[in-house]
């Protein structure tokens, strides 16, 4: 199982790919030809290895569209995404807009935590995907995920 970790908080990254790892699960650096399509879409400045951090700068759309490309493409199996969702760069919208996006392509399993607004972007996708307060948490359900589909 190939696993990438798709952030706009890069410490956040850091600690799921630690754990997704601890755990011996691969999480093996983004293919060359994925590079390249998600920087025509992140800010110049995202990291585009495994973890991928769009940076605390990316918009909500830009998220969501090298959101997409990672979940059309046979590269990796399963999404472990960290959102941190910042105002006004996030908006009461975005798990409408991840529904559009999502047709269950591969699993994605969701981390976001914060404040009152976080908690509700959180409780919208948990009716989609799963969702956790702690990367940690995050990279046990990858692990189990595994164990019942490898």
Not at 12 to 29: C, F, K, M
Not at 94 to 110: A, C, G, L, W
């Amino acid at each position: 199982m190939r696993i990438v970790v798709y952030t706009n908080g890069g410490g956040e990254g850091v600690l799921a790919t630690d754990a997704l790892e601890s755990l011996g699960l691969e999480v093996p650096e983004t293919p060359e030809y994925l590079k390249e399509k998600l920087k025509h879409i992140l800010p110049s400045f995202a990291s585009l290895h495994n973890p991928i951090d769009t940076t605390a700068q990316a918009s909500e759309d830009q998220y969501l569209k090298g959101l997409k490309i990672l979940l059309e493409d046979s590269y990796f199996d399963t999404i472990l995404a960290i959102l941190l969702p910042q105002l006004p760069w996030y908006t009461k919208n975005f798990p409408k807009k991840f529904k559009e996006i999502y047709k269950k392509q591969k699993p994605v399993i969701f981390v976001i935590y914060g404040g009152s607004f976080a908690k509700r972007i959180a409780e919208e996708l948990e009716k989609i995907v799963p969702v956790f307060e702690s990367p940690i948490q995050a990279s046990k359900a990858v692990w189990i995920l595994k164990e019942l589909t490898f």
